[in-house]
């Protein structure tokens, strides 16, 4: 089954500065990576989504770049603020229409003001 | 407003006790998960559910079970087989399952062992 990986573990930035997020995953088939932020206490929110027919997608200060043939999408967030402070979690699907999401382990991003 | 609701926010259990966790959605979703997260661990999902009286094992259901009768709620219980319940647990819908289908997700229960 799809196997993701998501690094770093935690990422410490100063306020203003860029923050990037990797993950990579094993099944070349999936082709819909979202990206999760989570706030202390709460549940996931969809931030940012890509489908594999597209290369990068931006919303505002968030960016999201996939490369399908090393297996490898990013989350770019710039001029980070204290509020971008949270646990972000990237995930991937495939294609075969009945398999749910799969989830990395989440990034533990501060942002130091 | 159009959502999901868990509760209870917080939840005690005994040992040998089973408890029952609430998730009910109004987003008209056909699909329901429940996931369990731990520090470090992520988000692993126990069950999925892609219609009513429908549902299937995720990668850690042992020691779970969940039922279906309606569309919008999907009732997680952790039972005393459960050895380790202790946990954050996630409940999320979406209009299907599979790609290009964003899960919304709740606040959470928090599961405690007394």
């Known amino acids: 089954g799809e196997n993701v990986e998501q690094h770093p573990s935690t990422l410490s930035v100063q306020e203003g500065d860029s923050a990037v997020i990797k993950c990579t995953y094993s099944?070349?088939?999936?082709?819909?990576f979202p990206w999760y932020k989570q706030e202390l206490g709460k549940g996931p929110q969809l931030i940012i989504d890509i489908r594999s027919n597209v290369g990068e997608k931006k919303d505002q200060r968030i960016a999201v770049t996939l490369n399908k043939t090393a297996k490898h999408f990013s989350l770019h967030i710039t001029e980070t603020q204290p509020e971008d402070s949270a646990v972000y979690f990237c995930?991937?699907?495939?294609?075969?229409?009945?398999?749910?999401?799969?989830f990395g382990k989440g990034t533990r991003l501060s942002v130091i003001a | 407003d159009g959502g999901i609701t868990q509760s209870p926010k917080y939840l005690f259990r005994k040992e040998g006790q089973n408890v029952t966790l609430s998730c009910e959605q109004n987003l008209n979703h056909d699909a329901m998960y429940w996931y369990r997260q731990d520090p470090g661990q992520g988000l692993r999902l126990i069950y999925y559910?892609?219609?009513?009286?429908?549902?299937q094992k995720g990668d850690i259901a042992e020691g779970y079970s969940v039922s279906r009768e309606k569309k919008e709620s999907f009732p997680l219980t952790v039972t005393s087989a459960q050895k380790n319940p202790t946990a954050f647990y996630l409940c999320?819908?979406?209009?299907?399952?599979?790609?290009?289908?964003?899960?919304?997700f709740g606040d959470g229960t928090r599961l405690s062992i007394l």
């Open positions: 559910s892609q219609i009513v009286n429908d549902f």
């Open positions: 999320a819908s979406s209009m299907g399952v599979g790609p290009n289908q964003p899960q919304h």
């Open positions: 995930a991937a699907s495939l294609y075969s229409g009945n398999t749910p999401l799969v």
């Open positions: 099944d070349s088939a999936s082709n819909y």
